[in-house]
């Protein structure tokens, strides 16, 4: 089976920190994704990759930034974490067009 | 924004089937409709998926309908287990979620 695997299931930030979330998946996927889940708003797709060192933004990128260094792996960065920023962080991978496999989450608290 | 309308949410009985709707009235020729279903406290994880026909697998039935605006998710027996969010969504180069349909599953 496909893995995702997401660094940390829970992390407590304070405001202004630079926090890495980090996402490694193990089946060669091409594209990879990051959501944020709040309660009342569902999934929300802030940046995805469709291959390495390519990264392009989805609906509520601001305040976020990516990394595809290597396929397996990557990673959401919040410059300067802020109290608006807790939430619920969802990785996953896809082969193509083929379905999606997603971590388990991070949540991210920041106080 | 989606590109799918569910229902906020559904109810069922135990042991008795249920049909979860989805509209896609938007849809393209080669959008891909796939189904993911969210349990308490975990990811997203995969049910189903279809272009044209219907499809069968171990976790549900997909019904799409002749002019594929719209598609139907069947659980052919509700358990307890199966309470969970589902989202409906079109597959192409990404992937938007709605709000999904959350089915409480009564004993």
């Known amino acids: 089976d496909v893995k995702v695997t997401q660094s940390s299931r829970y992390l407590v930030k304070r405001t202004g920190e630079k926090v890495f979330l980090e996402c490694v998946q193990d089946?060669?996927?091409?594209?990879m994704f990051w959501y944020r889940q709040d309660p009342g708003l569902g999934l929300r797709l802030i940046y995805f990759?469709?291959?390495?060192?390519?990264?392009e933004k989805g609906d509520i990128p601001e305040g976020y930034s990516v990394s595809r260094e290597k396929k397996e792996r990557f990673s959401l960065i919040l410059e300067s974490a802020s109290t608006n920023q807790t939430s619920m962080y969802l990785c996953?991978?896809?082969?193509?067009?083929?379905?999606?496999?997603f971590g388990s989450g991070t949540r991210l608290t920041v106080v | 924004d989606a590109k799918t309308t569910q229902p906020n949410s559904m109810e069922s009985n135990e042991e008795e089937p249920v049909h979860l709707p989805c509209n896609h009235s938007?849809?393209?020729?080669?959008?891909?409709i796939h189904w993911y279903r969210q349990l308490p406290s975990q990811g997203p994880e995969y049910v189903i998926h279809?272009?044209?026909s219907n499809v069968n697998n171990r976790m549900a039935s997909l019904a799409i309908a002749e002019d594929r605006k719209s598609s139907t998710l069947i659980l052919h027996r509700a358990t307890l287990r199966d309470a969970a969010v589902y989202y409906c969504?079109?597959?192409?180069?990404?992937?938007?979620f709605g709000a999904g349909t959350r089915l409480t599953v009564k004993p």
């Open positions: 089946m060669d996927h091409e594209n």
């Open positions: 996953a991978s896809s082969l193509l067009l083929y379905g999606y496999t």
């Open positions: 938007t849809i393209s020729g080669t959008d891909y």
């Open positions: 990759s469709y291959d390495v060192k390519m990264k």
């Open positions: 279809g272009l044209t």
């Open positions: 969504i079109l597959r192409d180069n990404d992937m938007r």
